[in-house]
């Protein structure tokens, strides 16, 4: 069934403009890898299996691993305070007395998560974003809601760099990438230039992004780390095998790799991409059977990563521009249904006949610091115009309005598809029966 995968992956790129693709799978036991395009158009450069991709997000698993080695030594307790480990911590409305390690981990800290603030190239760069987070902003109580939060694994980082005596990347190659036998690998753009390393495309034409590095002080969010997608897959297998490498190194206890798969916290929301549950790191899926990963994004870069235990199956894709959810849909997601036989379900859709229902319940303006969301009444539905904070701007994101119809329950569903997927928005119910928050992305805004 995977016989003519370099072709379908040729075709499907092409199909929807995307400069370069690498694919890596690990299934029937063996390690399948193909990869098409350029990883920079202005250069020409051919993407291999070899090539490096900026990873996103993908990197908070690496980031939540190297935290559970530190509970596996017994030098972290999940449900303790951050602060007990890093004094220094705070945030602006003096909940840090009561976030805990579990907290940051299932992005339910509840502080604002999008601040990408450039504290320098210096190896003191996570101490000052620390004392940069001193001014965040409240989002809901700790615990009570997912909002994914970047800000927090950047705590992590700093945590595992302090109680590691280190740096964030000297502690990932000495205690992640090196014991896994990874060999393409940056965490650095010093370390990127040795490869084929990918650049990310925007916009209607592709044009090559030209501000390549991103903050060091995100890194442990997903900022910087590139790799092979091999190396993905590599990790992957580590997890099933219960914490084991593949020459036989013990990185992570059972138990901990349980924890790590358990879910721990309800994402609201409609399932697509994005999971129902989170579990400490890893997205959890209810796909007819175990599947977890991760996805990540960086500027005009993406990556798609998913295991599934019960079939010795591990897939990670990279794209450097064009429709990554094309591709998801069109390409990762039958890969998964042939290889394991799970129901995976397709992205969500509106309904034929999308039903009616009262707008104003959720009018008004929802606020966080890398977007906001305006909230109008509309025929059959409701206008969503999307605010661009000043990163989002620097992305060359512009305000843009939304029609959305209603999907299920507090749920609406875009009218139209934008990037080969209908967009969903959730809106969040407080104690008092009123509309508090709207979910969207992954994020979780306060309605201001």
Request: glycine share 14%; proline share 6%.
């Amino acid at each position: 069934m995977l016989e003519n995968l370099q072709e379908r992956l040729d075709g499907i790129a092409r199909e929807h403009d995307v400069p370069g693709a690498s694919l890596a799978l690990w299934a029937g036991g063996e390690l399948i890898q193909v990869a098409t395009g350029v990883v920079n158009r202005d250069t020409g450069v051919e993407t291999t299996p070899d090539s490096v991709f900026q990873v996103g997000s993908t990197t908070k698993v690496w980031t939540a691993t190297l935290v559970m080695q530190l509970v596996d030594e017994g030098l972290v307790d999940l449900d303790r305070p951050v602060r007990d480990y890093l004094p220094e911590f705070a945030v602006a409305d003096g909940s840090e007395k009561v976030i805990t390690v579990r907290h940051l981990l299932t992005h339910s800290g509840g502080f604002d998560g999008d601040l990408f603030e450039d504290t320098g190239r210096g190896d003191d760069c996570l101490d000052k974003y620390i004392g940069f987070l001193h001014d965040a902003g409240h989002v809901h109580e700790p615990g009570a809601l997912f909002s994914y939060c970047n800000s927090g694994y950047c705590v992590l980082g700093a945590l595992v760099a302090r109680l590691r005596g280190t740096t964030w990347e000297q502690a990932m190659r000495e205690h992640l990438l090196g014991p896994l036998g990874a060999t393409h690998w940056a965490l650095l753009p010093e370390e990127a230039i040795l490869f084929r390393a990918a650049a990310g495309h925007l916009g209607p034409d592709g044009a090559v992004h030209r501000s390549w590095a991103m903050p060091r002080s995100n890194a442990p969010a997903g900022s910087t780390m590139c790799l092979a997608l091999r190396e993905l897959v590599r990790f992957g297998r580590m997890f099933v095998a219960g914490g084991v490498a593949q020459d036989g190194t013990r990185l992570l206890s059972e138990e901990a790799v349980a924890a790590m798969r358990t879910g721990q916290i309800d994402v609201p929301g409609v399932p697509g991409l994005l999971a129902d549950r989170w579990g400490l790191g890893f997205e959890l899926f209810d796909w007819g059977g175990e599947v977890y990963g991760h996805d990540g994004g960086t500027i005009g870069q993406s990556t798609f990563w998913r295991v599934v235990p019960g079939s010795d199956f591990v897939i990670a894709m990279s794209v450097n521009g064009g429709s990554v959810a094309g591709m998801i849909s069109d390409l990762a997601l039958p890969l998964i249904r042939e290889v394991t036989g799970l129901p995976v379900p397709d992205l969500p859709v509106p309904a034929p006949a999308p039903g009616e229902v009262d707008p104003s319940p959720y009018l008004g303006e929802y606020s966080g610091p890398m977007y906001s969301w305006e909230v109008a009444g509309a025929p059959g539905g409701l206008d969503v115009t999307l605010v661009p904070g000043e990163f989002m701007r620097q992305t060359g994101q512009t305000r843009t309005t939304t029609r959305f119809v209603h999907h299920e329950g507090h749920s609406f569903i875009a009218a139209e598809p934008r990037g080969g997927m209908h967009e969903t928005v959730t809106f969040v119910v407080g104690e008092d029966g009123r509309i508090t928050h709207l979910h969207s992305g992954a994020r979780t805004l306060r309605r201001v």
